[in-house]
């Protein structure tokens, strides 16, 4: 049976004034929020019908820029927050912009925001200290501000915040409004001085069940005469409201036609705001995204092994990545690029110092041909587990699912790697796992690098006498080091392109506004 999430609803948001989304938990604000800001995730049992208008034009016709700011503020942890700003400037502004130009309107956008003192400050997370609450707050604003948008929408701004900061953060909201901007934000129990900061207000309440909204609206407004008790506290209510709705001024001239005036000159600023952003090219996307992911790779690489950093990172990094793909900074391909790219300098230095402790520690075949083999062998498995940890990033919807996905999966390649489990004597259901280990492959070329070509002394005549002889024990005999290495980098673009389909097919989809057919409109009448 169909229901309604949302239902009759219609409001005027006009530019230049601050207007508040109110309601109980569970009214509908973030659904309504996300409505109007196409920003509603798109489900298969999910029915969105309805119009939309910006300046008497409907919004899907008249290419108009919206800001939407989420809840959750998520940025690259290491990175300051002047060089967020720059670089998403960089991949907002157009290319015909000088860097000069560029550099001057991030910070004016910091002055505005009030971001300055902060500017060369790390952004920090839930384990790096960096800015405060409402500090990443306007620093999200500050993103979203660099296209120039027209409407501007914020989920519930200040949830999470202490008073201060939730002052400052409606205070930049107010001046927004007060530049031209229409300003549209959801809030939760709003304080004295929050609250009088707002123009319009939109309250969401739900009518009960099987009752006429009039007559509900009604009794709101009668007097109980059942007992004496019922009739005090019925007066006092509708004074209460009286008293609200006189004082705040809730009630505007809805229908009031805009004059032909006031119309021209809200259109021509709203065009000058509303040209589309067109898509950087690919090598500038991929430029921007590289130093990005450099100096992201560079501050967190240092103390983690391949697999761990990598699922242990990339979920977060992904709701990044997407919420600047759904705005279309960038598109998937430079994006992976370059940070595959990046990870290369970092990915190849731990293995290169891993080896070169381990190597003579465990006094192994001592020849600089047989080095340079071991530290590619394993530098190529970092790789590939990086790439695994990728994979697992991208089907993981958290963190801590991804930290508990990788290991379980690594330990399985483990288990049948060759050492603990010989790949022939592994039952035929389980044989194509060692196929797939990139454990068992770097083992498997660790083991002939250091095998091959030796001779063993004082040895029974029933004892292994060479190398060969112990790699036939192993199951290595035949195999090449070529060939595990082509078969690790085999691994590793499997790896990769696994990535790719799930990030592309992934993409954030947002539910499309349609007009109202006549049976939602006889079901609505209905309800």
């Known amino acids: 049976m169909a229901r309604f999430l949302l239902s009759n609803l219609s409001g005027e948001a006009k530019p230049g004034r601050l207007l508040a989304l109110m309601g109980p938990s569970g009214s509908g604000k973030t659904t309504l929020l996300n409505v109007l800001a196409g920003q509603l995730a798109a489900s298969p049992s999910l029915h969105l019908s309805g119009f939309l208008y910006v300046n008497g034009q409907p919004m899907s016709q008249g290419g108009y820029k919206i800001a939407y700011v989420r809840q959750e503020d998520i940025f690259f942890s290491q990175l300051t927050v002047r060089e967020t700003l720059s670089l998403a400037a960089e991949l907002q502004l157009p290319d015909t912009m000088s860097p000069e130009r560029k550099e001057k309107y991030v910070n004016d956008l910091l002055f505005r925001l009030g971001l300055v ?3 060369d400050s790390i952004v920090g997370d839930a384990k790096v200290r960096g800015i405060s609450g409402g500090e990443k707050k306007r620093l999200s604003l500050a993103c979203e501000l660099i296209a120039s948008p027209s409407v501007i929408f914020a989920d519930e701004p200040t949830t999470g915040l202490d008073a201060f900061q939730a002052e400052k953060v409606m205070e930049t909201l107010r001046q ?9 934000c959801s809030i939760h129990q709003p304080r004295g001085s929050v609250y009088s900061k707002f123009d319009d207000i939109v309250l969401l309440y739900q009518c009960p069940d099987h009752e006429n909204p009039a007559e509900f609206l009604a009794d709101l407004i009668s007097t109980d005469y059942s007992s004496a008790e019922s009739v005090q506290s019925s007066q006092k209510r509708i004074e209460n409201l009286i008293d609200e709705f006189t004082n705040k001024v809730l009630i505007t001239e809805f229908n009031s036609p805009v004059t032909q005036s006031e119309g021209s000159e809200f259109s021509t600023k709203l065009a000058q705001k509303s040209t589309r952003k067109q898509r ?8 921007l995204l590289f130093k990005r992911a450099w100096m992201q790779v560079a501050a967190i690489n240092t103390a983690m092994a391949a697999l761990t950093k990598t699922v242990g990172v990339f979920p977060k990094e992904r709701a990044i990545v997407d919420r600047e793909r759904a705005k279309g900074s960038y598109a998937l391909g430079p994006y992976l690029s370059s940070k595959l790219l990046a990870e290369i300098p970092i990915g190849a230095a731990f293995p290169l110092i891993f080896g070169s402790i381990l190597y003579p520690m465990a006094k192994l075949h001592p020849t600089i041909s047989r080095f340079a083999k ?6 190529v498995e970092s790789f590939a587990a990086s790439a695994m940890g990728l994979t697992v990033g991208a089907i993981a919807p958290t963190t801590e699912a991804a930290m508990a996905l990788g290991p ?7 288990v049948f790697g060759g050492y603990y ?20 492959w770097a083992f498997q070329g660790l083991c002939i690098n250091e095998f091959k070509g030796l001779q063993f002394e004082h040895q029974h005549s029933y004892d292994v006498q060479t190398g ?10 035949g195999i090449r080091i070529a060939d595990t290495l082509a078969a690790q980098g085999r691994i590793l673009m499997f790896w990769y392109w696994l990535t790719y389909l799930l990030l592309k097919k992934n993409k954030p989809r947002y539910q499309q506004l349609l007009p109202p057919s006549e049976e939602d409109q006889s079901k ?4």
């Open 117 to 119: 003192n902060s500017a």
């Open 176 to 184: 927004l409004a007060e530049d031209g901007h229409t300003v549209i």
């Open 280 to 287: 950087r090219g690919w090598w500038r996307q991929f430029r």
């Open 374 to 379: 071991f530290c590619g062998i394993v530098t």
């Open 408 to 414: 379980s999966l690594m330990t399985v390649f483990i």
């Open 421 to 440: 489990v010989n790949p022939d004597n592994t039952p035929v259901i389980f044989r194509w796992i060692p196929k797939a280990s990139l454990i068992r």
């Open 468 to 477: 060969e002889q112990a790699l036939e024990r192993f199951s290595l005999g």
């Open 524 to 527: 609505q009448q209905t309800e």
